[in-house]
């Protein structure tokens, strides 16, 4: 079995809490402390993914809340197509792939108008077929899809989809398990052997999506043959907004692209019998008859 190198993307969302300074330093942090290959934000069009009570709902965690109703929050921690722009070009700067997750149709017309090198579609909406058609049709870049929420009949359906569509080639289906923080015996890793068994020859390639505590479940993860990685990455853990507690922090990322890297070079066969740096071994401390 041959392993691909790890592709490991720390996923920053909306961990900037609404600040482009924040952004632009998790940006940084991710290339240059981290070693991270992408870093991945969120955009989402609030008006046309939330029904107006949604929208006009209070934060159903007020201590999480950027906003004085559900709406409001959104749009506190939501930047423009132009932002991301920036975002785009800032990235293409320091050396580190940008990429973005579209919550829906307007969202993911926008960020393809930018044209980054692979669009993400969340788990929760990986069923807007809507979107997915209008992604297929008219972005050229790799779609990557979720499947935390999703049934194993739906998640053929998705295959089919993009199969229907001539995309598939184009396609990265993700183990995931949608949660803030998943407990470890949710994770439920054997089921990337189950993407492999069924999709590796239809699809370009199977990721983990995760969002538990640590990194030795990552490390799992590719070794059973997700070769692309993505974490949820912050500055700070203790930040207010969901997503904080299930993020890894600079230092746990570039923990998780050591140790993935170091497993990568770690997953082959012996060449010959007695490798060379077992031969000074070998005739110094091997039982001599």
Known sequence: MTYKEPYIIAEIGCNHKGDMKIAKELINMAKIFG??????????????????????????????????????????????????????????????????????TTSAKEISSIQPDFIKIPSACNNNFEMLGWLCDNYQGELHISTGMTTKDEIDSLVDFFEERGRNQDLVVYNCTSGY???????????ILKLKEK????????????????????????????????RHFTLDRTWKGTDHAASLEPMGLRKLCRDLRATHKALNYKQKDILDIEEVQREKLKYKK
Do not use: M
């Open 35 to 104: 070693n991270a290959n992408a870093v991945k934000f969120q955009k989402r069009h609030n008006r046309e993914l939330l029904t107006e009570e949604q929208y006009n709902a209070p934060h159903p965690n007020p201590i999480n809340a950027y906003g004085n109703t559900y709406g409001a929050h959104r749009e506190f921690l939501e930047f423009d197509v132009d932002q991301h722009r920036e975002l785009k070009a800032y990235c293409e700067e320091v050396g580190i792939t940008y990429s973005t997750s579209v919550w829906e």
């Open 181 to 191: 923080p998943v407990p470890f015996e949710d994770i439920c890793l054997l089921d």
């Open 199 to 230: 999709y590796q020859n239809r699809v370009k390639s199977i990721g983990f999506s995760g969002h538990h505590l640590g990194i030795a479940v990552d490390v799992a993860a590719y070794t059973l043959g997700a070769h692309i990685i993505e």
